[in-house]
């Protein structure tokens, strides 16, 4: 399936008054994590292996142990950040589609979405396989041209992207103006007591489980690896510091708990296209 009027992989002229790469040096999330891989240039590589193994077991551990940021906590994010009937969404970091099934919901058309992975291994475990458009790719670079959606969301992908600045620099050539943007992502808390409790839960609790009921065993290293990059990850304030230097306008970190996340954003009504 489409998008109606976008074509596929093709790249549009630029119109709008996107950052240049000169004033946007690379930043990473976080460091290389070296427990897991060597160097930055071998992130990418062991994130796609990993996923792709695992794809087809992440929803079901994810709905028992992801701290309830299920499929309610999912479309209220969406609905607070303006997600309204009849937007073109773009999905980054699609993964099995648990985003993208609840942004269907708010905008009543699987038409008007588009989800964008490099996992082959999440997407075939998707029960959205075969019924949305999903597209082989990375938030640092989104396979669509310019000025194609309304609302870009991603859940729980921020850690995995290679340059946040050269992400949102796609995130604000792939929106409208006045397009929107929700990220969410599940950050360190501030009481070093809160940290211990979650750390104990999520590196150790959650991978015992995942050792427990999953059948691959690298699902019990994705969970544990998922704290480790929460842990390691750059925090709200340098996200929030990115997002504006990208072009963005009301920027806003919604918290929940003081571990969920909503990076809120838009782009100015005014651009030129
Ligand atoms: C933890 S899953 C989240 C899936 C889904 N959005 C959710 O809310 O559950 C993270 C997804 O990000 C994808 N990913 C990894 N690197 C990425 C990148 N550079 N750009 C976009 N997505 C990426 C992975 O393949 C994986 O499917």
């Avoid at 000025?147 to 995130?171: P, Q, T, V, W």
């Avoid at 991978?207 to 059948?215: G, L, W």
């Avoid at 072009?247 to 990076?263: D, K």
Wanted: proline share 5%; hydrophobic share 40%.
């Amino acid at each position: 399936m489409n998008h109606d009027n976008t074509t596929v992989g093709e790249h549009h002229e630029r119109s709008k008054s996107i950052p240049i790469e000169q004033d946007n040096p690379v930043l990473v999330p976080h460091p290389p994590i070296t427990k897991y891989y060597a160097n930055e240039s071998e992130r990418a590589e062991f994130l796609q292996g990993i996923f792709d193994e695992t794809g087809s077991e992440y929803d079901r551990i994810e709905s028992i142990l992801a701290l309830g940021s299920g499929s309610w906590y999912r479309r209220q994010a969406l609905l607070r950040a303006g997600l309204k009937p009849g937007m073109k969404v773009v999905d980054v970091g699609f993964g099995t589609g648990l985003v993208a099934k609840e942004a269907i919901k708010v905008i009543e058309d699987a038409d008007l979405l588009i989800g964008i992975d490099p996992s082959a291994g999440m997407i075939k475990a998707s029960p959205l396989h075969g019924q949305v458009t999903i597209l082989d790719g990375r938030a640092e670079e989104i396979p669509l041209p310019e000025s194609s959606c309304d609302f870009i969301s991603m859940g729980y992908a921020l850690r995995h992207i290679s340059d946040l600045n050269k992400a949102f620099r796609e995130f604000h050539r792939v929106l409208k103006p006045d397009g929107r943007l929700c990220i969410l992502e599940i950050t360190k808390p501030r009481s070093f007591f809160s940290i211990w409790l979650l750390k104990v839960y999520m590196r150790v609790i959650v991978p015992i489980f995942a050792r427990m009921v999953a059948k691959n065993k690298r699902t019990s290293l994705l969970w544990r690896y998922y704290w480790d990059s929460i842990e390691a990850c750059a925090n709200p304030a340098e996200i929030i510091e990115a997002i504006k230097h990208a072009g963005f306008i009301e920027v806003n970190q919604h918290l929940i708990f003081g571990i969920f996340s909503e990076f809120q954003a838009k782009l100015p009504q005014n651009e030129a296209v």
